[in-house]
Every structure is written in C-alpha cells, then in structure tokens.
C-alpha cells in the first residue's frame, strides 16, 4: 500500500467549528471535499518523505518548515519509516487570515529512530527520550493558500510529538504482578496461579501548581474490553478532583495530570479451573 493509498483510506474529520466553515465555503478550496482532499495529501507528503522520497514535500514546503516537519525540535530522534496514519483530522479552516490557512492533525502508530547515527560502540546511552517500542504519535501542521497553481497550498510549519507530549501526560498499561498482586490481597492466595481479570486500577499523579501542592489518586473500574486511553482520564478525573478538595479545601483549582497507569489486576485462579 501506497502512502496516498493509506491516506484515502482515512477518514477527514474537523472539529465544530472547522466543520461548520467549510461547509459554508460549499465547493471551492476550503469546502468540506476539497479540505480533506488537501489534508489527505499534505498528510501523504509527510509519510513519504518519512520513507525516504522528500519530494513531494520540498515541493510544498520551504526548506525550514519540511526540516522541523521531519525533525521534532530540541529532540534527538525522529520518525522511523513505516508510519500508519490512524486518524486525520481539520482542526482549523481561516478563509479570511492572511494568508488563508488550514490547519491538519494526525495521529498515527510508529517508532522512533536516533535523528543522528548511533554511537560506535554498543552499550552506550540512547538519545534522551528515544525508544524502541511502537507507539502512537500526533502530527500537526498549518497549510497556508499562496495563490493559482494546480495545488495553491504550502506548508507554513509543523511538527510531530509523542502521545504523551501531545496531551502533557505519561500512560502506562500494563498487567499486574503477582508481587503486587500478594500485596493487594494480603493473603497467601496470590502464591498459586494468577489470572487476568476485567477490573483495572487506575492510578494517578497530578499537582495543582499555583499551591505548589502534588498527591496522586486511585480508582478501580471493572471494563470488558479493557478502557482506552481516553476513557482511563475521563474516568479518573472525579478521583482527582475529590483528591485536591481534600487537600486544599473548596476552590477554583486547576489541577494537571502528570502521569496515569492502568493496571490490569490478577486473582488467583479458580480451584479445578485449566490454565492456558
């Protein structure tokens, strides 16, 4: 599959108000079909570039605004070819700025490569905040309407991020141990053999910064299949807030979350019960 063919098999959302522009725009350049069929390609540029051919993207770009695109600022990796875009979505349309602009947000799963040549020798220390694992990813960037051409757009600026950049917080989902298990159940039970469940712990960490005040919050939920991301913070975000009006009284407070693991919790294994 082809990096456009990826790219047309996405969905083109917008937000409400984004939405509501374009489709007052009706058929020309910022209407609904030629929008999406704008972010669809500025999108495909960036993926292609990302494995190997710039081409399409120098073509629509100044050489700065192509380089941070590819490059995330003050960071020492970058996207590894064989991004999959996930989600495309028009998050701002300006008919009326100067010049006209459109902005596009993706989210797509990939890895992360060293933006330099590794080091020489094995053993040495990865870039500061590289890793290995597949994950998920946001784009983000603002087309600019420069004037009569076959495709009259160029991209002003952009950037990419890790997930947990992007929303300002780290998660984590993961499975119980059976150390953590033991201590839970304070019992000998969790000695024998441990099995997933369809209860999650979540566990927050969170500061309210004006009062220089930090604590963290927790909270079981029973959810088959297990909650994603989103509905992990939606649900948390009651405990937190109970959390900072116990420490610091009734207020306008504005806690932020630093940090939120899911945690898929064990019990030990039904007598007579086989185990896979």
Known sequence: MTESEMVEAIRVDANP??????????????????AAREARLAVAAWATAVNGDDSRLASMADPDAAHWLLYPVRKAWAIA????????????????????????????????RPAEPGPPEPGLARPSGWTDAEQVFVGNLTLAFTGPAAWPWRLAHGHVSTLDDYLGYTFTSRLETADECRRRLGTSAGDG????????????????????????????VFSDPAPTREEAERLIWPAIWAETRRGLGQGDWRPSLNWLDM??????????AAVG
């Open 193 to 220: 053999v441990l099995v997933p469940t369809d209860t999650y712990l979540l566990v927050a960490g969170f500061a309210e910064h004006d009062e220089k005040f930090g604590s963290s919050a927790r909270l079981e």
């Open 17 to 34: 108000v984004a939405a509501a522009v374009m489709t007052e725009a009706g058929e020309g350049w910022f209407g609904p079909d030629m």
């Open 81 to 112: 070819p064989g991004p999959v875009v996930t989600e495309i979505t028009i998050w701002t349309v300006k008919p009326a700025a100067e010049p006209p602009e459109l902005g596009v947000a993706w989210r797509f799963t990939g890895r992360q």
């Open 263 to 272: 945690i898929r919790l064990l019990r030990p294994a039904p007598a007579g």
